[in-house]
DNA sequence: TAATCTTCTGTTATCGTTCACATACGTTTC
DNA sequence: GAAACGTATGTGAACGATAACAGAAGATTA
């Protein structure tokens, strides 16, 4: 038996059952206006036997608002992904809204796609979590001028009503960088340079800049660079470009004391290949990460790495958005970032000499 | 400056600027109808000066319908969701639909919150791939007795009008606890066995078929349990887990010489536990995982697992429910089972005797 | 030539809800 | 005892779009 095609129940049905009129009745449902406990209790009693569900597009279109926030992700299958959508949502949960995500995981065209279909939906806002790209980008800037609440998270962007929330990826590297220079190396690798602008980009000049302030040769042979796989890879597709990358270092006739990867995956794969040929971590190579994934501390030497704080990030970008939405005067910009942490583990060790 | 309390353009605002009617410039708006190739050049002229976006809930509140289908994920982290979601999607954009994701990671209150925010925004249709619950299991019953077409995958549930796609993860414990015994094995360890319902009991399950089926004695020593971390925790926390649990195998005085791992994460904290003993993969232990998530192939030694073909159960799901969603008669109900696939790499070698 | 069809545009009602306002009665206040 | 207030309900219009129908002109057919 199929019952799909019954016609929903609505507010002045309701109404007629209960006999009173269904501005009452929203009363009752909404919680709000004067209403007897008699009456509200005779139609909450209808309501429930009817099983009636208010319209949320009927509402929505009457009230100007849905209550509802968007997030638009790239790569759902990073870990950083799925912290920051849920630190997003514990904050969009407690002040009452709604969460819907969408993915846009290879184009700008499907950026488009996504913003086209949560503005079509009239969401109040969007928390934008893409790689940045110009087709995105181009759109991004429409919608804002037509008063669409945005905010971008972890992305290059910049439009004088948007607010933005990154990490400082540069740092962060010369962090990394600098850590392995205080331990004595001075050979040290980078895996998984990329010429497109980005986070990933801010990763590499850090390290560039580390080795520039310490007066170190910077040897491009040392560089593994974003040659076959493309940027947009998933995240965790760059574990296969470290396990290669290292292999080519290791071959190197004046192989790196010191690696540090794009990215914790990279530096899994890369650790792989490091302990495939016989060398032990952190003894002869020392090595690390940026992002500490969960899986980070159970790698084995657990990785030293840079934390990036994505929870933060969200909670951020969910409070900056939420403002905006929420406020009828203009809006001062905010344009926030973060410290990342180094977090010492067990891939990194002074230089034997 | 400020745009966002701009009052948004309708379709009567083009309408008087190009001066026609509503009608019409819906007619070119949504390229139905006829409209002279004049007209229509002149009200998509408006339409872009005034940057015109249509109201996706006035539209759907008249048509009935959105267009939209939504899919509520368990564990956003798991790289099989980010894979369901993909493929889902794949669908839904391919058919003309949007699709928009709710996370509900923790507890049956969430299901039941994901699903009003998704039915309240009159979503065509839901697919839902959350653990099962006794709270998220009742209210979806009575969404599908209110007639929201809905769709389980990977996911313990019975409604005579909801489909259901799940994997033969039985059938798939079993093939690899076979695969063990094949090679020789007798003394064959489970890690992450769990006392609830669900896929990950049927993992398990398959694991002592196999071993009633070849006569071989089942040693509860051998069989690791879901003890501190419970059994709703993401799945790359069971890392930890398969790296204690194996710890604790290895300390055994008749260490078991293979071992079945309820997923690859568990495995791979394994692997590592198993690598810092001193033993080696697979000439001392050979080590099955499940899942075939993307880093497995890149472990070392590469791990052998069970595929669960998360991609068709995707595109199945999506295809289920939108045949649900566009058909005007009763629908007769799926539940289909899709077979899992051994994949043997490096991590699994016959015993040595 | 009349009847029919095709093309183009407009009119009206409606989707389900809520806002703003109106009404009515009882209670307080000075 | 009249003005003011609090409580409880109802009325009508509106949110922005589209389905269904209607009308008018020109093209085609019988």
Redesign the pocket.
């Known amino acids: 038996m199929r019952t799909s095609l019954k016609?929903?129940i609505?507010?002045?049905?309701?109404?007629k059952t209960a006999?009173?009129?269904?501005?009452?009745?929203?009363?009752v449902?909404?919680q709000?206006?004067?209403?007897?406990?008699?009456?509200?209790e005779k139609v909450l009693r209808v309501v429930k036997e009817l099983n009636?569900?208010?319209?949320g597009?009927?509402?929505g279109?009457?009230?100007?608002r849905t209550d509802t926030v968007g997030l638009v992700l790239g790569d759902i299958a990073n870990p950083y992904s799925a912290e920051l959508a849920r630190s997003i949502r514990d904050v969009t949960t407690e002040r009452g809204y709604n969460l819907f995500i969408c993915i846009s995981e290879h184009s700008g065209k499907e950026d488009v796609a996504a913003f086209e279909s949560l503005t079509d939906h009239q969401v109040d806002g969007i928390i934008v979590a893409t790689r940045s790209n110009r087709m995105g980008d181009e759109y991004l800037h429409e919608m804002i001028e037509r008063g669409v609440p945005v905010v971008c998270v972890g992305r290059d962007f910049h439009d004088e009503n948007a607010d933005t929330v990154t990490a400082d990826a540069l740092n962060g590297g010369f962090q990394a960088t600098q850590h392995l220079i205080d331990l004595g190396h001075k050979k040290i690798a980078f895996i998984g340079a990329t010429l497109s602008s980005g986070q990933n980009l801010k990763r590499f000049q850090g390290y560039l800049q580390a080795l520039k302030a310490n007066n170190l040769k910077i040897d491009e042979r040392l560089m593994t660079g974003n040659t076959e796989a493309n940027d947009d890879a998933p995240g965790y597709s760059t574990e296969k470009l470290g396990y290669e990358a290292m292999k080519r270092l290791l071959a190197l006739p004046n192989r790196p004391t010191a690696v540090f990867a794009r990215n914790d995956f990279t530096a899994i794969g890369a650790i792989n290949a490091i302990k495939e040929s016989g060398l032990k971590i952190p003894s002869d190579i020392s090595i690390v990460g940026f992002d500490d994934i969960p899986m980070a501390m159970h790698t084995y030497p657990a990785l030293t790495t840079v934390r990036q704080p994505t929870r933060r990030q969200g909670t951020l970008a969910a409070e900056f958005l939420l403002r905006r939405v929420e406020s009828k005067a203009p809006v001062e910009l905010e344009e926030k970032v973060l410290e990342c942490e180094l977090i010492v583990r067990d891939s990194t060790a002074q230089l034997k000499r």
């Open positions: 016609k929903s609505t507010l002045s049905d309701v109404a006999g009173v009129t269904s501005m009452t009745v929203s009363r449902v909404n709000n206006g004067y209403v007897s406990e008699e009456t509200r009636y569900r208010r319209n597009l009927a509402r279109l009457k009230r100007q």
